[in-house]
T-cell receptor, first 113, second 116 residues
Framework: AQTVTQSQPEMSVQEAETVTLSCTYDTSESDYYLFWYKQPPSRQMILVIRQEAYKQQNATENRFSVNFQKAAKSFSLKISDSQLGDAAMYFCALGSGTYKYIFGTGTRLKVLA | EAQVTQNPRYLITVTGKKLTVTCSQNMNHEYMSWYRQDPGLGLRQIYYSMNVEVTDKGDVPEGYKVSRKEKRNFPLILESPSPNQTSLYFC???????????????FGPGTRLTVL
């Protein structure tokens, strides 16, 4: 069975500081995708960043970057220069060749002014 | 505008009264899926469809039905809703990944369902 685990229910960061959200996963597939989604209070699900498992280079999108460790099955999200608008629930997700899509339980990020 | 639409956005109903939540996408995506979101549990996949007339169960399919008669539409049917189906429901669509599997999900705005 495929799983996605987010072990941090809640994190806090000072504005302008850096924070890292953790995610581990398990799959027997060789090709898969990993994602971080953001869910602000509006409840809309927004893609933050995407990683293709066959690519060794870590994905980056402006202030957001990942640390993808394929052998360890780890996929953490780093947010640099945190802003008040980054406060949200963050979900790690796995999309694989089985066509199922698995989400973690989420990490609530609070940004302190 | 590329989007996934869901209707209704909010619904309060009673136990046993059949209901349908509609989902439509205008991006010509092959893959469509339904999720439910509950506090502390994240999003859990109910059903998904890889193409027209091809559907399969996700992790929590009990009590739900789906159909995919057209590429753009993927309705979720609750034939006899129960209070434990009170939840926030999301429809999503995506392309199939170039190397297989499911790629970025594009989500609808969500449907808040309450079953009394």
């Amino acid at each position: 069975a495929q799983t996605v685990t987010q072990s941090q229910p809640e994190m806090s960061v000072q504005e302008a500081e850096t924070v890292t959200l953790s995610c581990t996963y398990d799959t027997s597939e060789s090709d898969y995708y990993l994602f971080w989604y953001k869910q602000p209070p509006s409840r809309q699900m927004i893609l933050v960043i995407r990683q293709e498992a066959y690519k060794q280079q870590n994905a980056t999108e402006n202030r957001f970057s990942v640390n993808f460790q394929k052998a360890a099955k780890s996929f953490s999200l780093k947010i640099s220069d945190s802003q008040l608008g980054d406060a949200a629930m963050y979900f790690c997700a796995l999309g694989s060749g089985t066509y199922k899509y698995i989400f973690g339980t989420g990490t609530r990020l609070k940004v302190l002014a | 505008e590329a989007q996934v639409t869901q209707n209704p956005r909010y619904l309060i109903t009673v136990t046993g009264k059949k209901l349908t939540v509609t989902c439509s996408q205008n991006m010509n995506h092959e893959y469509m899926s339904w999720y439910r979101q509950d506090p502390g549990l994240g999003l859990r996949q109910i059903y998904y469809s890889m193409n027209v007339e091809v559907t399969d169960k996700g992790d929590v399919p009990e009590g739900y039905k789906v159909s995919r008669k057209e590429k753009r539409n993927f309705p979720l049917i609750l034939e006899s809703p129960s209070p434990n189906q009170t939840s926030l429901y999301f429809c999503a669509s995506s392309l199939l990944g170039s190397r297989g599997g499911t790629d970025t999900q594009y989500f609808g705005p969500g449907t808040r369902l309450t079953v009394l």
